[in-house]
């Protein structure tokens, strides 16, 4: 596996991914009112719209594109901005290859879960995969948000049954995933 890859996307697995892991929204203000704190956003178009609602997640990992395609320069603005983060307090940027997890974006979602400061990760390559360990990282109780092409934004509020589900193909991808519960700073 390239660079610091710990773990990566088996085709046989892609389709567990498919089927939301909670209830879908289309409306990000509904969305808000059933999620808790600290709510992760994951992907560009989910945290532009809770942005939008006029809600900074506590963390948002984002790679300026959406299904697979540039977003455009209203998302981009809002989310990234022109010079850095306009709505969050830190900023970090990390590689992370299409289909995979890396060390580094796993490690840095457990300092930005941490933080207490609301932090925008900018993903080099695909942050899709990025809810399952954020599902791991977070409190019980938390909210994770993601996208669902074509559907909306899923909320995960985690706690046991999501979690084991989460860690269940963490553990199936191809890699090496006791390196990745050290990035994420997990319990054995």
Do not use: C, W
Request: aromatic share 2%; charged share 25%; no cysteine.
């Amino acid at each position: 596996m390239p660079g610091d890859v710990v773990l990566e996307l088996p085709a046989a697995l892609r389709s567990e991914l498919k089927p939301p892991l909670g209830p879908v929204y289309t409306d990000a203000d509904r969305l808000l009112d059933d999620a808790t704190e600290p709510i992760v956003a994951v992907g560009d178009i989910v945290t532009y719209h809770l942005l939008g609602a006029g809600h900074t997640p506590a963390v948002a990992l984002v790679d300026e594109r959406t299904e697979r395609a540039a977003v455009d320069r209203e998302v981009k603005t809002a989310v990234v901005g022109d010079n850095g983060p306009p709505a969050f307090d830190v900023r970090r940027s990390v590689s992370n290859p299409a289909g995979t997890l890396t060390a580094e974006l796993l490690s840095t979602l457990r300092r930005a879960v941490d933080a207490g400061e609301s932090t925008l990760v900018v993903v080099d390559g695909e942050e899709d995969l990025a809810a399952l360990p954020a599902i791991l990282a977070v409190p019980d109780g938390a909210s994770v948000v993601y996208g669902q092409p074509g559907e909306g934004m899923v909320l995960v509020t985690t706690g046991p049954e999501v979690r084991d589900h989460a860690r269940s193909l963490l553990e199936r991808m191809t890699g090496e995933y006791s390196r990745a519960r050290s990035a994420l700073a997990l319990e054995l």
